[in-house]
């Protein structure tokens, strides 16, 4: 990834927008797609300074490339200690607290503390044999036998077996089941959808072969399924077996008393403000250092007062607008990488079918005609957003699939370039004339468009009110209206039910390990927000994940064209590629954000009993 240049002429509206930010504003992270000790320098750790970030260049702008994503280790660990850790939001995370219903990225926040997946994965997001549990392929590549560690054991010392994997399947598969996770993945095991559809009591594909041996047998064999295209997640059967589905993500031992394997168990919550975490003296990798966690929920606006005071360790994701004016903490060192992850704005263009758990397109939907979606494209300049209001940190996207995975990120492509006068032509020639101050639908009737976007920052409303005046400018009217985290996704369907008001949305997307983008963009998939779906996005979708996509180069320009297909089709376009910085206090050890850098919690030391203040 290189830095963006300067020197882009800037929309007048977008400088006017730019003076009503404030210059310590709060986190993008409620975009979608984680107590307190007193500060105190007590030893020689507090007055060595760890390297915080490359300077920025003349320019104002930074580079992702000048960060690391591993934590430069300074002093000697102490014994045990409790590191806090800031869950940066401007609301509470919504507290499902499983790996097989969570939807929200603040929720998998609190999870990754106390639960796990019984698979890791390389830096090249390849399944390993490292993890809680081991595999083997058959020679067809459809049938996957998992041996569970003997020594992989539930918080409350029951033995993680292969039962519990097989009932988060058969749990995922029933129909009343009510998360999200349900879709391609799924219906790829033998017999999962005879068993989704009731004409099934089992699913043939799956069979325990004892207490810690899974097999399952997969319809296709497919490059996905050692990527992400299988569910590492096991469900507790004796503590959820004798639950109604239905019933069971809103259930005490969810939201309340949740249990995993992972290197810390929950020792109390206050639900949606904070987590106390103490050490799984039994956890299978080895007891972990610390003595505990405690998590909390901090307001972007006194993020940068707790990092400097001590009362933080580090955070999930710091906000970006906030780091020109604090990168240089002398108590923090700034960890990066480029996110798995991209912003983008959304046209509604559909329904959810929850009954048959599809999409149902609308061609009489009003965003439909995509000569509009293409006009708002390029109508807006994402290169001046990222360098004005993300300082290099963020930077114009051009595809659905973000430079994290350079295999696959076409950066020939360039995505459809900024050009107002462009787009007031494009509106023209699709019959979108001027009346007064605004344009009509091509049939003479007016035309208002609803928007809507997240809170989390103080920069949050100016950057959409940006998007809302770039789009004025070439005489569309738009209105917006700004939602907190949990609302917005339910409005724009993560709970199978599409607000109708809501037109045109901002979200943002994180990918995961798994390149394939058929649980964001397939056709059974809830997280189909826009709601669309055609032939030849279903074939390329498939093509994917085909026999012949086992060839790297095969694979690499199907998805090309995929790309492509959403460059034309727009159902969604991309605004921002993100970079992900995390300050993190010089008191801790042992720490690193990136996939695959064989640094794992229970390893996190401190050298300090307090939190290092700035100096």
């Known amino acids: 990834?290189?830095?963006?240049?300067?020197?882009?002429?800037?929309?007048?509206?977008?400088?006017?927008?730019?003076?009503?930010?404030?210059?310590?504003?709060?986190?993008?992270?409620?975009?979608?797609?984680?107590?307190?000790?007193?500060?105190?320098?007590?030893?020689?750790?507090?007055?060595?300074?760890?390297?915080?970030?490359?300077?920025?260049?003349?320019?104002?702008?930074?580079?992702?490339?000048?960060?690391?994503?591993?934590?430069?280790?300074?002093?000697?660990?102490?014994?045990?200690?409790?590191?806090?850790?800031?869950?940066?939001?401007?609301?509470?995370?919504?507290?499902?607290?499983?790996?097989?219903?969570?939807?929200?990225?603040?929720?998998?926040?609190?999870?990754?503390?106390?639960?796990?997946?019984?698979?890791?994965?390389?830096?090249?997001?390849?399944?390993?044999?490292?993890?809680?549990?081991?595999?083997?392929?058959?020679?067809?590549?459809?049938?996957?036998?998992f041996t569970?560690?003997?020594?992989?054991?539930?918080?409350?010392?029951?033995?993680?077996?292969?039962?519990?994997?097989?009932?988060?399947?058969?749990?995922?598969?029933?129909?009343?089941?009510?998360?999200?996770?349900?879709?391609?993945?799924?219906?790829?095991?033998?017999?999962?959808?005879?068993?989704?559809?009731?004409?099934?009591?089992?699913?043939?594909?799956?069979?325990?072969?004892?207490?810690?041996?899974?097999?399952?047998?997969?319809?296709?064999?497919?490059?996905?399924?050692?990527?992400?295209?299988?569910?590492?997640?096991?469900?507790?059967?004796?503590?959820?077996?004798?639950?109604?589905?239905?019933?069971?993500?809103?259930?005490?031992?969810?939201?309340?008393?949740?249990?995993?394997?992972?290197p810390f168990k929950v020792q109390s919550i206050v639900p949606g403000e904070s987590v106390v975490f103490v050490k799984n003296e039994d956890y299978w990798r080895g007891a972990p250092k610390l003595d505990g966690v405690v998590l909390k929920v901090v307001a972007p606006t006194t993020v940068v007062q707790e990092l400097k005071a001590g009362n933080i360790d580090m955070v999930d994701s710091f906000p970006i607008d906030q780091f020109p004016d604090n990168s240089g903490l002398s108590n923090v060192e700034y960890l990066g990488m480029v996110d798995q992850a991209y912003t983008y704005i959304g046209f509604k263009l559909g329904k959810w079918d929850a009954t048959n758990a599809v999409v149902v397109p609308d061609p009489k939907a009003k965003m439909a005609n995509v000569a509009l979606r293409k006009a708002m494209w390029q109508a807006v300049d994402n290169n001046a957003v990222g360098q004005k209001f993300y300082h290099g940190l963020r930077w114009n996207a051009t595809t659905l699939i973000?430079?994290?995975?350079?295999?696959?990120?076409?950066?020939?492509?360039?995505?459809?370039?900024?050009?107002?006068?462009?787009?007031?032509?494009?509106?023209?020639?699709?019959?979108?004339?001027?009346?007064?101050?605004?344009?009509?639908?091509?049939d003479g009737t007016p035309l208002t468009i609803n928007f809507i976007s997240m809170t989390g920052s103080d920069v949050a409303e100016p950057l959409a009110q940006y998007y809302v005046q770039s789009w004025k400018a070439i005489g569309l009217n738009v209105t917006l209206e700004m939602v907190e985290f949990n609302t917005f996704y339910d409005r724009v369907g993560s709970n199978g039910e599409d607000d109708p008001s809501v037109d045109v949305y901002q979200g943002a997307w994180s990918v995961g390990i798994d390149v394939n983008p058929q649980g964001l963009y397939g056709h059974d998939a809830i997280y189909n927000f826009p709601r669309y779906q055609s032939d030849e996005n279903d074939r390329l979708m498939e093509a994917g994940i085909s026999a012949e996509a086992f060839d790297v180069e095969k694979r690499k320009e199907i998805y090309n064209e995929w790309q492509q297909l959403m460059v034309e089709e727009i159902p969604v376009f991309p605004t921002l590629y993100r970079a992900i910085v995390v300050p993190v206090n010089n008191r801790v050890l042992n720490y690193a954000i990136n996939d695959g850098s064989g640094i794992y919690l229970n390893e996190l030391a401190l050298s300090a009993d307090k939190g290092i203040a700035a100096q």
């Open 1 to 145: 990834m290189r830095k963006r240049k300067t020197g882009k002429t800037m929309l007048v509206s977008l400088l006017l927008v730019l003076s009503l930010a404030v210059t310590a504003c709060g986190s993008g992270n409620n975009e979608a797609a984680e107590p307190s000790a007193t500060a105190a320098a007590t030893d020689a750790a507090a007055a060595t300074a760890a390297p915080t970030t490359a300077p920025a260049a003349e320019d104002g702008l930074y580079s992702i490339e000048d960060f690391s994503p591993q934590k430069t280790n300074q002093g000697e660990a102490i014994e045990g200690g409790t590191l806090n850790y800031g869950l940066v939001s401007d609301t509470p995370f919504e507290g499902t607290l499983n790996y097989t219903f969570y939807s929200g990225n603040p929720d998998s926040k609190v999870l990754q503390w106390f639960d796990e997946g019984l698979l890791t994965w390389d830096k090249d997001y390849v399944f390993t044999n490292d993890g809680a549990a081991t595999y083997e392929v058959s020679e067809d590549g459809r049938t996957f036998t």
């Open 148 to 262: 569970i560690r003997d020594n992989v054991n539930w918080h409350d010392g029951k033995p993680v077996t292969a039962e519990d994997w097989a009932f988060a399947y058969e749990v995922i598969g029933n129909p009343a089941y009510d998360g999200p996770r349900y879709g391609s993945d799924f219906t790829n095991v033998e017999g999962m959808e005879a068993y989704h559809a009731g004409t099934a009591k089992t699913i043939s594909g799956i069979k325990v072969l004892s207490e810690k041996q899974l097999q399952v047998t997969y319809i296709k064999s497919t490059p996905s399924l050692l990527t992400g295209g299988i569910w590492i997640y096991p469900l507790a059967k004796h503590i959820f077996g004798g639950m109604d589905v239905a019933k069971i993500s809103a259930s005490p031992e969810v939201r309340q008393n949740p249990i995993g394997f992972g």
């Open 402 to 442: 973000p430079p994290s995975h350079p295999e696959f990120h076409d950066d020939s492509n360039p995505g459809v370039a900024y050009d107002p006068e462009a787009a007031k032509k494009t509106l023209e020639d699709a019959g979108f004339k001027m009346n007064g101050e605004f344009r009509t639908n091509p």
